[in-house]
């Protein structure tokens, strides 16, 4: 399939690519704390969003124990209740996932596997990181204030959100709404960065159909979020608007406990429509850096071209476009035009075509492969494997009627955290064991990791797949407790409380994770440079981990896309992106 | 109401189209390439500050788009009110006007290197732009002084009607991208100061004029939408 050319002509000297000037750090300060190297950003990034998403995790622990043992903690007030709820979902979806893959991986490797030095704005990218830190705290913060954090739900809907009665409808609201609009001006900065470093700053010869499918989805993943996160931005300052100036952009005229309160004409669907305006394409945003990890990880550890590249990118741009139009099909409850309603059904359920596409693609990919069963690649089948369940719950979803009766079900719980809570946790702790290596020198230790992968994927399993049921049984969600609903029966208790004691010990068990990755940065095995034996640049470095600059005296040169793995005819079973054409026969080994 | 969404959706449609022109016809996986023979790594031949620029103005773009598609969701409720029009607004305009006029002398100066030039043309751009923004700030004062805004205990917020509200919104989110374009036009100010020769600011100077004509589109936009008359028509064309 692969011509091979042994022409001398062939033989290229290293490209001449324009160099940049570097900041050079000299100051502990500025290396480490107003750093302006992207990998260490991609660290604090990183960092900062497990962090904050262990608060996240200590939320859910605090839901599932009133849940799974109604009235045990007196503790856990109505109040409490729903405002871990709130803030487990913000902090999840936008503190931990979105920082997580595009600040995170996005900054360490873009960099890295395109063959550049660095971003090309880096005082931007390091503003962009500071910016976030400072959302983080000021979302904290609203856990301190009279009357504590939001308690309206992630979606924060308005009037709800901001009237007496609803937990932190004064301050802590306030201070939610500044928390986002920080982290929207902030990923802005970000986010100009990775799509303009990805367009220009490529190395010679590294087209974009060269690119690793992490870049892809990376990529995609931040032009969605650039031109969604302004809808958000917008709804935001309105709603602030509302609360602090009592203008009536969302709030219509109340009556509350027989007092006339100040608003009048406002429109509470305009703000849920802007509010999925920007959060359906926030479920791709999240996903799309997931499914180029992942099948990079797939094509890496099953030694095997990834099948279908050109599909594999397509889908990503078209599952990308899709998702700006289908927005309303969380609103199918809110009360709408029934053309609307088949529109958006339409949309929703289109997009399962591309989708599906990448499926195949990776099982494909699997198929006669040379699979290692290494952590990396146990997490990567792992998520195949929830997002095809979470998918197919989506299927039951995207139709009106069925989504109907459903909205307001622990059968939504159960489907968005499949699709979009533990299918793109799951890449992440495939892409960390992956990219460990390269980050610090060491391995991460194989026992630890495989424990750690069982546990949390049959743990996963334990927690959500019975939710479905519930869901069916018709238990509503976000409910502080059940009492007497004649329509629940009462064994719906004891599967509630086997999801609790599932959630518990996957909760515990990530604590392994963090131990395993603290443990190894000190007492790991050497990784060497590129221990996967995998083909992007980011292994090819000359130092590892790599130095400020990335690559050495000269930038790589590409020859080839990212995934020649098992080329007939080759000494080794991977050929490096910035191989010389002739020079492979004898030298793959040898390769840096 | 779909005007504003269709603009979006072209961004959208660009940004697709663009990739997967690039994508077609390319087969990766055939044959590696000798590196004389391959394209430089950037995708297009422009500094990366002028694609930033241009990544930036699409951002923009999709944060005012959806501001006007809300403001015209909003005309659609019973309590929507004409905007009593502040008159500064007109004088306001002509500030804006003249100061993108002053940032394309200097544009125009700066290509031909005429580093004397290029300093007028930034200090008169920077001068009418502070001008234009204390005169938004007048108009909030002129608002305020006829009573549309005070703070929602007295119902003012209220009384003065959506409108007035959304006045407030435009505006100041305009005038947030004013700062900012007056930021980067204060460091190429600052540059042409100590000494830089008009090759060296030509990038900044190219970059900030396209920004203000930008602002200034933006603005007539906005400002047009506000326009009392305007505004009946959009509302009585959506509330068939």
């Known amino acids: ?592 | 109401m779909m005007t504003p969404l269709v603009v979006v959706v072209s961004i959208m449609a660009v940004a697709m189209i663009w990739l997967l022109r690039q994508t077609v016809n390319v087969k990766p996986w055939i044959e590696e390439q000798a590196v004389e023979s391959a394209p430089s790594g950037a995708s297009f031949s422009l500094p990366p500050a002028t694609v930033g620029l241009g990544v930036f103005l699409a951002v923009a773009t999709s944060l005012f788009v959806l501001t006007i598609c809300a403001y015209f969701m909003r005309m659609m409720a019973a309590d929507w009110r004409t905007f009593v029009f502040p008159s500064v607004l007109w004088l306001n305009t002509g500030l804006l006007i003249l100061s993108d006029l002053a940032m394309r002398s200097a544009r125009a100066a700066s290509r031909r290197g005429k580093i004397d030039r290029v300093r007028a043309g930034l200090i008169a751009t920077g001068v009418l732009s502070f001008a234009f923004l204390a005169g938004q700030i007048w108009a909030w004062q002129q608002l305020n002084a006829s009573g549309y805004f005070t703070t929602a205990d007295v119902g003012g917020a209220v009384a003065a009607g959506p409108a007035n509200s959304f006045f407030y919104l435009f505006t100041a989110l305009h005038g947030l991208h004013v700062l900012g374009g007056l930021w980067v036009w204060g460091r190429t100010t600052v540059r042409v100061w100590q000494g830089a020769n008009a090759a060296r600011v030509r990038l900044s100077v190219e970059l900030c004029t396209v920004y203000w004509h930008y602002l200034l589109v933006v603005w007539l936009v906005l400002l047009a939408l506000l326009i009392p008359a305007i505004s009946e028509l959009c509302r009585g064309r959506l509330s068939f």
């Not at chain 1, 160099?19 to 990998?39: C, G, M, N, P, R």
């Not at chain 1, 999240?286 to 990079?296: N, T």
């Not at chain 1, 890496?300 to 050109?310: N, P």
């Open chain 1, 1 to 592: 399939m692969v011509a091979v050319t042994h022409d001398e002509s062939a033989y290229a000297p290293p490209a001449e690519t324009e160099e940049v000037e570097l900041h050079h750090a000299h100051t502990f300060i500025e290396k480490y704390v107003f750093s302006q190297d992207a990998k260490w950003i991609g660290i604090q990034y990183g960092t900062t969003a497990l962090a904050i998403g262990l608060v996240g995790l200590a939320l859910s622990a605090v839901m599932r124990l009133q849940l799974g043992f109604p009235g045990t903690f007196s503790f856990i007030t109505p109040s409490n209740y729903l405002q871990a709820v709130s803030m487990h979902g913000l902090i999840m979806v936008i503190y931990l996932l979105t920082a997580l893959f595009l600040g995170g991986f996005g900054n360490y490797l873009i960099p890295l596997m395109i063959g550049a030095r660095d971003m090309v704005f880096p005082i931007m990218n390091m503003l962009s990181y500071w910016l976030y830190f400072l959302a983080v705290l000021i979302l904290v913060a609203s856990f301190f204030v009279p009357g504590g954090a939001t308690g309206s739900g992630w979606t924060l809907y308005p009037p709800a959100a901001i009237l007496p009665g609803t937990p932190g409808s004064g301050l802590g609201i306030v201070l939610t709404l500044v928390s986002l609009a920080v982290f929207i001006i902030g990923f802005t900065m970000g986010g100009l960065n990775y799509v303009v470093t990805v367009l220009q700053a490529r190395a010679r010869g590294m087209t974009l159909m060269r690119l690793p499918l992490t870049v892809w989805g990376i990529f995609t993943a931040t032009i969605m979020a650039l031109l969604a996160f302004p809808a958000l931005f917008v709804s935001v300052l309105m709603m602030l608007l509302d609360q602090t100036l009592g203008t009536s952009f969302f709030m219509p005229s109340l009556v509350l406990t027989g007092q006339h309160l100040d608003y009048s004409g406002g429109n509470p669907i305009l703000f849920q429509h802007l509010f999925w305006y920007f959060g359906h394409p926030e479920v791709y945003i999240v996903a799309l850096p997931a499914f180029g990890i992942a099948s990079d990880l797939i094509s890496t550890h099953a030694r095997k071209a990834i099948f279908g590249y050109r599909m594999m990118v397509w889908a990503i741009l078209i599952i990308g476009g899709l998702s700006f139009a289908v927005w309303a099909h969380h609103m199918f409850v809110s009360g709408m035009n029934l053309y609307f309603g088949f529109f958006f059904a339409t949309t929703t359920l289109i997009i399962a075509i591309p989708t599906a596409l990448k499926v195949y693609n990776w099982v494909l990919t699997l198929w006669r492969g040379n699979i290692h069963f290494t952590v990396p690649m146990l997490f990567a089948i792992g998520f195949v494997f929830t997002f095809v369940n979470g998918g197919l719950s989506g299927l039951f979803l995207g139709n009106v009627p069925v989504d109907v009766p459903l909205a307001h079900t622990l059968f939504v719980v159960a489907h968005f955290h499949m699709v979009m809570a533990v299918s793109p946790v799951l890449v992440f702790f495939g892409a960390i064991y992956h990219w460990y290596p390269k980050i610090t020198g060491r391995m991460l230790d194989d026992t630890m990791g495989r424990i750690h992968f069982w546990v949390t994927f049959i743990g996963a399993y334990c927690i959500f797949f019975p939710m479905h049921y519930l869901g069916f049984l018709g238990v509503p969600r976000r409910y502080y407790a059940l009492d007497t609903a004649p329509f629940v029966p009462a064994s719906a208790q004891e599967l509630n409380a086997e999801i609790s004691i599932a959630a518990l010990i996957v909760g515990a068990f990530q604590l392994l994770f963090i131990y395993n990755v603290i443990w190894s940065y000190f007492k790991g095995k050497p990784a060497g440079t590129n221990p996967w034996r995998a083909t992007t640049l980011e292994w090819q470095t000359a130092h590892t981990p790599p130095q400020h600059g990335n690559f050495g005296e000269t930038l790589p040169a590409v020859y080839r896309w990212a995934y020649d793995y098992s080329v007939p005819g080759a000494a080794e079973d991977f050929i490096p992106q910035n191989q010389p054409p002739a020079a492979r026969a004898d030298s793959a080994g040898s390769a840096r």
